[in-house]
């Protein structure tokens, strides 16, 4: 299976459950992989045939514009679901991080996969 990732994708969100966080916007990491069969695009060296992830990560800059939630796990599994479905992909893995949630911690979040390889 190719895998086509993008790593370390900071993204600018209202994220968290106080009423302070409600009120800013944070930071996010994200990490992706994607299952894509690269073998077509690259027969013809043709980017109509690939997974842009340049179209891919303006989604997901879109999709952080404009959500509101509370828990990153949300966050995760929303963004996962609408990537898959605009993109017609069959399988990915999402982490997210958020920086400093924890003072001990570079960052705490959530990993998830969905789909089938």
Request: hydrophobic share 50%; net charge negative; charged share 25%.
């Amino acid at each position: 299976m190719d895998r086509v990732f993008i790593e370390g994708l900071e993204v600018d969100t209202v994220i968290g459950a106080y009423d302070w966080e409600r009120d800013i916007r944070q930071c996010l990491r994200l990490d992706l992989s994607f299952a894509w069969d690269n073998r077509p695009a690259a027969a013809g060296d043709d980017l109509a045939l690939a997974l842009d992830y340049a179209s891919v990560s303006s989604r997901i800059q879109a999709f952080a514009e404009q959500a509101r939630f509370q828990l990153v796990e949300t966050f995760a599994e929303r963004l996962a679901q609408a990537l898959m479905d605009e993109f017609m992909i069959t399988w990915l893995r999402l982490k997210v991080t958020k920086p400093g949630a924890v003072p001990a911690a570079s960052g705490v979040g959530v990993e998830i996969e969905r789909g089938c390889r």
